[in-house]
């Protein structure tokens, strides 16, 4: 009776490890949250990451996504730099993508005013703190760029013809070859703009812009998304 008992026993948990078996081999593999860090300037600062966001949660990927807006307005190259170097944010924050857009401010002609050579020197060890960033799985992120939006109006004492100059021969171009460089692939939102230029009155985009700016981002990120673990 008491052998009898031991085999229903036994019998009862072989059925058990079978099926958590088999609802392990038949369950989607639930994949881990995606953190995207927005990295720039006021345009950045306004409203695109948080599209960008809504974006994502209205496509349901499958996969938790955050986006996390690390924009500061009026900073140049060098002073976001500066930020990431003092705020230790890179410390304390998982990151997986970022998304770098500055070069607007550094065409200003007041003393914001930036060459091109230290616009690249600022931006490549933006990228390589960036990418030496270590996350808790020993994951590095991916870093993409984007150009800057075209300057359609001139402000006294801030943006002038020079700065519509610059943005199209240097800042921009700049942007491509760093691209190459550091193997980061780059968004054309110089384009977005220049198709669109209703989206682009003044130096920042209206609201419209600014949607259409994270709209082009998804479209980016869609397929890079799909295709990691």
Same mark, same amino acid.
């Given at each position: 009776m !008491? !052998?009898?008992y031991i085999i229903i %026993? =036994?019998?009862a948990i072989v059925l058990l490890l079978v099926c958590?078996? %088999?609802i392990r081999k038949t369950s989607p593999i639930e994949k881990k949250g995606i953190y995207i860090v927005c990295a720039g300037d006021s345009i950045t600062a306004a409203s695109y990451p948080e599209n960008l966001e809504a974006i994502f949660h209205l496509k349901k990927l499958g996969r938790k996504i955050e986006v996390i807006n690390r924009g500061i307005p009026g900073h140049t190259s060098g002073q976001y730099l500066a930020y990431l170097q003092k705020s230790k944010i890179l410390d304390s924050t998982i990151i997986n =993508?970022?998304?770098l857009q500055l070069g607007t401010n550094d065409v200003r =002609?007041?003393?914001d005013h930036t060459g091109t050579e230290q616009f690249y020197n600022n931006m490549r060890t933006i990228i390589n703190l960036f990418k030496s960033h270590t996350n808790s799985d020993l994951s590095h992120p991916e /870093?993409?760029?984007s150009t800057i939006p075209p300057i359609v109006v001139e /402000?006294?004492?801030f943006f002038n013809g020079e700065s519509k100059r610059r943005v199209v021969e240097e800042i921009n171009p700049a942007i491509f070859q760093l691209g190459e460089e550091t193997h980061c692939p780059v968004l054309d939102n110089y384009a977005l703009f220049m198709q669109n230029p209703k989206l682009l009155p003044e130096i920042h985009p209206n609201d419209e812009g600014y949607r259409a700016i994270a709209d082009n981002w998804y479209k980016m990120l869609k397929p890079f =998304?799909?295709?990691m673990p």
């Open positions: !008491k !052998k009898k %026993i =036994i019998s958590v078996y %088999i =993508i970022v998304l =002609i007041d003393t /870093v993409f760029l /402000v006294p004492g =998304i799909a295709e």
